[in-house]
């Protein structure tokens, strides 16, 4: 979009996705001070841990340089930080370098363990005891454990429990057994709290040692222990536990826009994750719109197409026993069907309808989408002028106006294995 005559150009917006959005987290949070930003290739300050770079089009990085403003997002492409853009590199193959300090506009929401996730310095404003920090890449072992009580003992200080992991991968959370073994210190040790530390590394592997007591020692304890492997994410498999998905099964979710089917297929894949030895694949929309469906539109021929690709990939995992959690849209009953039938041809299906009522959703309204669809920006928009086909074979209903995510994920869970059970339904 143009701007006009005399004025600045908008400020573009980047989704930053899996290591990148990792970091911008610690960068805003403050756990990478003293740097506050991204540097051009070869020109960070000698007092940052690391040469922070982000890397974009070159089109939007001459955008954002004349504007001096962008917005990094979520994968989602909710924004999350404002960055004030002061620098940028010449393009190169089509990329270029920005440079400029960043500020957060919003919390992040992207999994694992949200609630426990650390990305800034332990308050202190009010601590009356001090803090002991210990961190592990693995299971905590007995003598670890007890070297972390003694300390905290000698110091009359709270225990801190932290799991380190490296980046992971969308929907394979594999900290989540470390997280449930040290959940389950946390009920032996007095006072314990736990949390979750994670540093940007693509392969979800983090050896950087540097980085690491970097981050420690701006996270603010009075005494740090490290019991780390060296490769954080490398953790021991913890056992399972009730409500374990066995695998070859795919939980599709539909709804409106803003129903919080992508919040519930988040924490619904993180709660599975704890009791499944193998990962929990996760397809939100957005994901599969944006990787497998790029050049699909919204008319209706498109939007059926764009489920059948998510139907035949969710049927692919199915097929080799593993669990798949789906969260579009679908707005058309005949379409949903078809992917029930591959799903079922190969394995179990189950469908959860978030019947969240539209005013609801569009109250909610995040990206603007529907003020968008009302102004006639966004045709075709379901809800508004196309419609939503209510699912007549729902295995589960959840109106999130009235339901909390937690209790409807354990609702979800607790009754997965009957509705995974294998059943005669027909194929319609």
């Not at 693995?138 to 799991?163: G, K, N």
């Not at 009522?357 to 990206?367: G, I, M, Q, S």
Request: hydrophobic content about 40%; proline content about 8%.
């Amino acid at each position: 979009m143009n701007s006009a005559p005399g004025t600045s150009p908008a400020p573009p917006h980047f989704a930053l996705s899996g290591a990148p959005l990792d970091e911008l987290e610690l960068l805003v949070g403050g756990l990478l001070a003293p740097a506050d930003g991204y540097a051009l290739p070869g020109a960070a300050p000698d007092s940052w841990p690391c040469e922070f770079t982000l890397e974009v089009p070159d089109d939007l990085g001459k955008q954002a340089l004349a504007s001096s403003c962008a917005f990094l997002t979520d994968p989602d492409g909710t924004p999350l930080v404002r960055m004030d853009v002061t620098g940028k590199s010449d393009g190169d193959g089509g990329r270029c370098y920005l440079a400029g300090s960043v500020a957060t506009i919003r919390a992040a929401e992207h999994p694992p363990a949200r609630d426990i996730r650390l990305s800034s310095p332990l308050p202190r404003a009010g601590r009356s005891r001090a803090a002991v920090i210990a961190v592990f890449s693995a299971p905590p072992l007995p003598s670890e454990l007890a070297q972390c009580l003694d300390t905290a003992r000698e110091l009359d200080a709270v225990p801190w429990l932290i799991a380190l992991c490296g980046t992971q991968p969308h929907g394979a959370y594999s900290v989540m057994p470390l997280l449930e073994q040290l959940r389950a210190a946390q009920r032996v040790v007095a006072d314990a709290r736990v949390g979750l530390l994670v540093l940007p590394a693509p392969d979800g592997v983090c050896t950087n040692s540097g980085l690491l007591g970097h981050v420690l020692s701006n996270l603010g304890g009075d005494a740090t222990l490290d019991f780390t492997t060296g490769a954080a994410g490398s953790s021991r498999p913890a056992g399972g536990t009730a409500a374990s998905v066995q695998g070859g099964t795919v939980i599709f979710l539909t709804g409106l826009s803003g129903s919080g089917k992508s919040t519930l297929a988040r924490a619904l894949t993180e709660r599975l994750q704890q009791d499944s030895p193998t990962a929990i694949t996760l397809l939100d929309g957005d994901d599969v719109r944006r990787n497998l469906s790029p050049g699909l539109g919204f008319s209706t021929e498109d939007r059926e197409a764009n489920i059948r690709r998510l139907g035949w990939v969710a049927t692919l995992v199915s097929r080799v026993g593993g669990t798949v959690v789906c969260a579009p849209i679908a707005p058309f009953e005949s379409t949903r069907k078809e992917v029930r039938h591959m799903a079922e041809s190969v394995g179990k299906f189950v469908l959860v309808h978030v019947c969240t009522p539209l005013e609801v959703c569009e109250a909610r309204d995040r990206k603007g989408l529907y003020a968008k669809a009302r102004r006639g920006e966004l045709p075709g928009f379901t809800g508004i002028d196309s419609p939503y086909e209510v699912p007549t074979d729902a295995d589960f209903s959840i109106d999130t106006s009235f339901m909390a995510i937690g209790e409807a994920v354990e609702k979800i869970a607790e009754n997965l294995h009957t509705w995974t059970t294998p059943v005669a339904r027909p194929h319609e």
